[in-house]
């Protein structure tokens, strides 16, 4: 076992998910709703955001067996009766979690290519290219819409009543049902993510004219 890129990956992972979750906080107490900040959430200690199954454990088995580093964070609390703009309030929330997390992982990869990091960098490539990789598997992860990942939360504003009303019957197994998507269609999954991603990135190069 690669033990330096086992910390390295932990740190990225404790990074990004703390800056997911503290955007949901911030942005929620933007519209109004002061919940988070109540239950002590808008801070930069990580303990506060973190599921040891989601955030650690999940992601470093993902990262030991080869596949996409995924995962998620304890779930900011948010009343959405609280927040500006109802619904559509509640879709801004989510998305910027997952927003923050493609953000880091265009600016590292903005250091990579145009800062010329190679390989040869060593340590400063790995971390570099690691907090790439993660933030990329975070975020596509967190968009899936299966309650309660973020991507059910901005899906949820544009659904018509009867939908809305299953996601929220659905969203107390929510949870398991990603559990078995993850299980019993390991390989599957992971090929599809690392499509998504290899798309973003190709996206990237696009950005920067390359």
């Given amino acids: 076992m690669d033990v330096l890129g086992v910390v390295i990956v932990l ?5 990004s998910m703390m800056l997911h979750e503290l955007a949901h906080g911030v942005v929620a107490f933007a519209l109004g709703d002061t919940t988070a900040r109540d239950d002590g959430r808008l801070t930069l200690n990580p303990i506060k955001h973190l599921d040891p199954f989601m955030s650690v454990i999940l992601p470093l088995i993902s990262y030991i067996m080869g596949g996409v580093v995924f995962g998620g964070a304890k779930p900011v609390p948010v009343n959405a009766r609280r ?13 910027v979690g997952p927003l923050v997390n493609f953000i880091l992982a265009f600016v590292s990869f ?9 390989f040869a960098n060593g340590l400063i490539y790995t971390i570099l290219l690691e907090m790439m990789l993660v933030n990329l598997g975070f975020g596509v992860f967190n968009l899936i819409p299966i309650p309660p990942l973020d991507g059910s939360r901005i899906l949820y504003v544009l659904m018509p009543d009867k939908i809305r009303e299953l996601m929220e019957r659905m969203e107390p197994m929510g949870i398991y049902v990603i559990y078995i998507l993850i299980l019993v269609g390991g390989g599957v999954f992971s090929s ?10 190709k996206g990237f190069y696009w950005i920067i004219g390359h």
Wanted: glycine share 14%.
């Fill in 11 to 15: 740190c990225v992972i404790v990074f």
């Fill in 83 to 95: 927040l500006k703009w109802g619904a559509w309030g509640m879709a801004l929330v989510a998305l």
């Fill in 110 to 118: 903005l250091i990579i290519e145009l800062g010329g990091i190679t």
């Fill in 192 to 201: 599809v993510m690392y499509d998504v991603m290899d798309g973003i990135i």
